[in-house]
């Protein structure tokens, strides 16, 4: 089975911290993705990476960073964090190749910031 | 601009009772289409991939359909274990892997 594993599952920072979200597969996935849910607007992309030290921005990239040293780690940076980035946190990772394969999701981080 | 749209966005049945999700999509060239659920605090779970029109997949209680606009979810004879909320994302040809979501869909069954 496929495990995505985030570092934390809840988390509170203060106005201002610098925030780290850590997430590792163990399925050797190309892929991998960070998504905020909050409600009301669903699954947002943040940003994703197709390969090691490589990375795209989503639909809402401000505000965030991220790195991909190993192929098996995905981290999520909130440079200066804001009380409107309390959500929850989730990382997917997936397998490319054609058919298209599914992501497989972690049990997400729900982050406070106040 | 890709389009999902997910309806209703709350459902409440009574065991036994079956219904359908519908998961209505506009993309430029569909690649594949996904449902997952989603249990309250905690990360979406994959359950079908539909590639094309016509397609249908099938897991217990659950059978998913596709057509060149929609989705479906045809829940028959849930269960109150089937309370979640069920999410469908869309990928389009020459956009990468990543995928568009929809709202989702929250379902509860009652006894």
């Known amino acids: 089975d496929v495990k995505v594993t985030q570092s934390s599952r809840y988390l509170v920072k203060r106005t201002g911290e610098k925030v780290f979200l850590e997430c590792v597969q163990d399925?050797?996935?190309?892929?991998m993705f960070w998504y905020r849910q909050d409600p009301g607007l669903g699954l947002r992309l943040i940003y994703f990476?197709?390969?090691?030290?490589?990375?795209e921005k989503g639909d809402i990239p401000e505000g965030y960073s991220v790195s991909r040293e190993k192929k098996e780690r995905f981290s999520l940076i909130l440079e200066s964090a804001s009380t409107n980035q309390t959500s929850m946190y989730l990382c997917?990772?997936?397998?490319?190749?054609?058919?298209?394969?599914?992501?497989?999701f972690g049990p997400g981080t729900r982050l406070t910031v106040t | 601009e890709d389009q999902v749209t997910q309806s209703p966005e709350a459902l409440r049945l009574q065991e036994g009772e079956s219904s359908s999700l519908n998961c209505s999509y506009t993309?430029?060239?569909?690649?594949?289409l996904f449902w997952y659920r989603q249990d309250p605090g905690k990360g979406p779970e994959f359950l079908f991939t539909?590639?094309?029109a016509g397609e249908e997949k099938e897991k217990e209680r659950l059978k998913a359909t596709l057509t060149k606009k929609e989705s479906f979810l045809h829940i028959t004879a849930p269960k109150p274990e089937d309370s979640a909320t069920y999410l469908c994302?869309?990928?389009?040809?020459?956009?990468?892997?990543?995928?568009?979501f929809g709202k989702g869909t929250s379902l509860l069954v009652t006894p």
């Open positions: 997917a990772s997936s397998s490319q190749g054609d058919p298209l394969y599914e992501q497989y």
């Open positions: 399925m050797d996935h190309e892929n």
């Open positions: 990476s197709y390969d090691v030290k490589m990375k």
């Open positions: 993309v430029s060239g569909l690649r594949g």
């Open positions: 539909l590639y094309s």
């Open positions: 994302a869309v990928q389009a040809k020459n956009s990468g892997y990543a995928l568009n």
